[in-house]
């Protein structure tokens, strides 16, 4: 079965270094997501891409975030200048959306995530 | 803004019984989706099931139904013959369906523990 994989498992950095999460989606999926949870709390939106751009993003997802696909199978996730505050667990997700009678329909699927932890 | 509810952190049930996981949100919208996505502890979610809100039939996958009271605004996930690969956290989720927004709104998750 297709899965959206994600790399590194593990990434730790110290504070206002950059870091870069990669996600490869599902190979016919059109719509990826970054969330984020940071330990003991919900899952956040952060950011969805479709068609090569932002198509939406949360308050979250300032300057200091930024999206990529920078080949047909890679998405990444860029932190230019990370902070103890971003240590959390980052998920990328993908979809497949089909419309059908005015009516969107999708199900997102969910890499492994990565755990990123800023010293 | 829409926002999801799951007012148990955590719930215990026997092997082989049943339990049930509540979830409530807030919408002014009439068409959407909702989800369970499990979490183990290898922290992957796994999409658990899914309920379209213009559906009045309730869904099922195999050990897994919900209970969706559109009015009620309520989302129920009901566990059968719980095994030990069940402990997780449990999150509900809301997904517009109207254009626009894609995102899903989680709700806080429930810890469930499966005693032997």
């Known amino acids: 079965e297709p899965e959206v994989t994600q790399t590194p498992s593990h990434q730790v950095t110290q504070m206002g270094q950059e870091v870069i999460l990669r996600c490869v989606p599902i190979?016919?999926?059109?719509?990826f997501y970054w969330y984020r949870q940071i330990l003991g709390q919900k899952v956040e939106f952060l950011v969805s891409f479709y068609n090569n751009e932002i198509s939406e993003k949360s308050e979250i997802f300032d300057d200091q975030f930024s999206v990529e696909r920078p080949d047909g199978s890679n998405f990444t996730l860029k932190i230019r200048s990370t902070k103890l505050e971003d240590s959390a667990m980052y998920f990328c997700a993908s979809s497949e959306r089909s419309v059908a009678a005015r009516r969107y329909q999708e199900t997102q699927y969910f890499g492994p995530g990565t755990r990123l932890l800023v010293l | 803004a829409q926002t999801v509810t799951q007012s148990q952190p955590e719930m215990s049930v026997q092997e082989a019984e049943t339990v049930t996981l509540s979830c409530t949100y807030d919408t002014s919208e009439s068409d959407y989706y909702l989800f369970w996505y499990k979490q183990p502890p290898s922290r992957q979610m796994i999409l658990v099931i899914r309920?379209?809100?213009?559906?009045?039939q309730n869904a099922t996958e195999n050990r897994f139904s919900v209970n969706f009271q559109k009015a009620a605004k309520s989302f129920s996930l009901k566990i059968s013959d719980s095994q030990l690969g069940d402990a997780a956290m449990y999150f509900c989720a809301y997904r517009s369906s109207q254009g626009g927004s894609e995102k899903l709104v989680f709700g806080k998750g429930t810890k469930l523990t499966v005693n032997p």
């Open positions: 190979s016919n999926h059109l719509y």
């Open positions: 309920q379209e809100a213009y559906k009045q």
